[in-house]
């Protein structure tokens, strides 16, 4: 079992490195919407800061688990073979390096989660003033 958790954990690499390569280079055979979807996944993928951070139990690790498995199903499904098999190639020599990190995106969830806990902060303060 822990073999073909290793296996699946590898597969998932791979296909992020697939959609990374399919949005990061322009290609006139993927729609706007497409490169859109897949930068999204792409990003929140690479982000050093998860949406649910992993030390809420359960539900930390639900969008490591469900939303980027899901993500990348969706968008392998919108994208035209041929670019896949054309980001495949360069997936796999990429594989060899650390995989890049998407601060942008990291900056937007912890700016989400401070603005969360503030207002949050803020409506406690309300209730008790």
Request: hydrophobic share 50%; charged share 20%.
């Amino acid at each position: 079992m822990l073999e073909k958790l290793k296996d699946t954990a590898k597969k998932l690499k791979k296909q992020i490195f697939i959609l990374y390569f399919a949005y990061h280079y322009q290609d006139d055979r993927v729609a706007w919407y497409t490169k859109l979807f897949t930068a999204c996944v792409v990003a929140y993928a690479f982000s050093p800061i998860d949406l649910i951070p992993d030390f809420i139990p359960v539900l930390g690790y639900l969008d490591d688990i469900i939303l980027v498995p899901l993500g990348i199903l969706l968008v392998l499904r919108m994208l035209p073979q041929e670019v896949i098999d054309d980001c495949t190639v360069k997936a796999e020599r990429r594989l060899g390096t650390d995989k890049p990190k998407n601060w942008f995106v990291g900056a937007l969830i912890l700016l989400l989660w401070c603005t969360l806990i503030m207002w949050i902060g803020l409506q406690i303060y309300d209730a008790v003033r």
